[in-house]
Each structure stands twice: as C-alpha cells, then as structure tokens.
C-alpha cells in the first residue's frame, strides 16, 4: 500500500519503532577464533545498537510531525519513544549501551529548544519509567525555566475524551478480536483498532491509528473494508458500552506486558520486526 494515501501513513506510524531500531542496528565486528583456549569474563551481548544512530533516527522521526497540529499523532510517537528508552534503559543495565544512554537520548530533545521539544520532555516524564521519565521531567524543568512554551495544540490533551463508539469484531475463523474505537476531543475526531490474539483473554497484538481522513460516519462500516467478503458470514460484530472495552483493553495490554517483560532483550527486539507487524488496514 502507497504510503501516499492515508491507510500507508497509518500503516506507517505503527512500523515506526521498527524503522527506529532497524537504521540503527549494526552487526557487531566479527571477532577472530582464539588460537588457544583462554579463561575470559563473559562480556554483555551486544545488540548491534550505535547510541549517535538511535538518538538520530528519534529526531529525524519527531521532525516528521513538526509541522503538524494533531496531538493524536503526537501522541502516537511519543508513546513509541517510550518504548524505546525503556528498551534503552534495559539494554544500559546489562551492558549493550552505554549506562547514560537515556540521559544522552533526553538532552538530544532538550537540545531542540523549540515547542515540541518541550511537549515531548513533559508527555515522557508523565509516561516513562524509572530515569527515563526522571530525565524528561528535569528536561522540561529547564525548557520551561528558558521560557520555551510548548505548542498552542498542547493543552487539547488534558480536554476531556468523549467515546464515539466501541465495537468488537470477532472472527471465528482465527478466534482473534478487532476492537475498534473512536472518541472526540477538542472537537476531532479520532479512531483507532486493537487486534487481540486467542479471543477475549489473550494478549494485544497491535494498536493501530486510524486516520481521520478515512473514517466514515460509524465504525461498523469498516467492517467490509477489513474482512474478506467470502468470511462476512463468520463475523460477528458486537458494541460495547465504554467501561467495558476498557476493561477488555486494559486486561489485553496487561497481558502483553507481562509477557514482554519475561523475555530477553534479543527476544524484545524481534518483536519489532517489520515483517512480523500486522496490518489492519491492508
């Protein structure tokens, strides 16, 4: 799909910390076979990951947005950015980055001193873990304190979410579930789809924006658009009131993380594999 028309874009965000990670993986040198045996201390695995690269790729994919005045797409990016320093800050504690590598990631940010720099640095220390959120906090701290304000679109996300509609579509032929949802805030419109594996006890698979540009009046009628028309007659489309998709959700992604957080950071990271990401919209 083109990544002209508004289902690539979509389909892009959602490949975006794939991207990340990908321009900035390495293979690590080859090392020569020892000519003897030796006793050695076992070094940390190295995970081909090159600091200067990965705080490149963050600032090449945030200046994407600069233009834009959607804090939906905002927040999407910054929720992947989290991901990553999380995974940053895993990677510092066994050796495969260096250990200031979050703080160094951070000051790429602050370096911006513009608007969006300073939106960033305080949605991070809201939504970041551990030295993470710590080091935006004190970031935004400083750009605030240099008189830095942040973007006029900014405060539309302390506005109040009003939910539109919240389907689950459930496939018999798979056993999975596609939630579908959209809600209104600071008078936009916005949408988005979850696909959960193994029905309604399983774990989220993928979060998935739905451009505004696409959407029609009522989400069920996207339900043709994502199922073949040969297996229309095995889904069944069920709406549900707000508390109890988010419940359904919140369970979905709990699982997911629990599941994530047992594996090791080889694992982690080929789950960011772009050929493995679902695509909804295809």
């Known amino acids: ?58 600032l090449a994919d945030l200046a994407e947005i600069t233009d834009q005045d959607d804090p939906f797409e905002f927040e999407m990016m910054v929720s992947s950015f989290c991901g990553i320093l999380d995974m940053a800050q895993a990677a510092a504690l066994v050796g495969s980055l260096p250990p200031d590598i979050v703080q160094m990631l951070v000051t790429q940010f602050e370096q911006r001193h513009d608007p969006l720099a300073l939106a960033v640095l305080a949605s991070l220390a809201l939504l970041a873990d551990g030295e993470a959120g710590a080091a935006a906090a004190r970031g935004a701290a400083r750009l605030w304190r240099a008189g830095v304000l942040p973007p006029d679109w900014f405060e ?14 459930h496939r018999e032929l ?27 006890h399983g774990p989220a698979e993928a979060i998935v924006p739905l451009p505004a540009e696409v959407l029609p009046g009522h989400l069920a009628d996207i339900v043709n658009e994502l199922v073949p028309r040969d297996e ?7 709406r549900l009131d707000p508390a109890e998709a988010r419940r359904r959700l919140e369970s979905a992604v709990r699982i997911r993380a629990t599941h994530d957080a047992r594996l090791d950071l080889d694992a982690r990271f080929a789950q960011w594999d772009e050929a493995a990401t679902p695509s909804v919209l295809g």
């Open 156 to 169: 539309e996300l302390d506005r109040a979410l009003h939910v539109e509609e919240s389907l689950c579509v």
């Open 232 to 238: 229309l007659d095995t889904v069944t489309v069920t």
């Open 1 to 58: 799909m083109s990544k002209d028309s508004p289902e690539g874009e979509a389909a892009d965000r959602l490949r975006r910390p794939a991207r990340i990670v990908r321009r900035t993986r390495r293979r690590p040198a080859a090392q020569p076979e020892p000519t003897q045996p030796e006793v050695t201390t076992p070094r940390p695995r190295a995970l081909g990951l090159d600091p200067a690269d990965l705080a490149g790729a963050l």
């Open 174 to 200: 798979d056993g999975d579930l596609l939630y579908l949802l959209s809600f209104r805030r600071a008078a936009r419109r916005h949408a988005f789809a979850v696909i959960v594996r193994d029905e309604e």
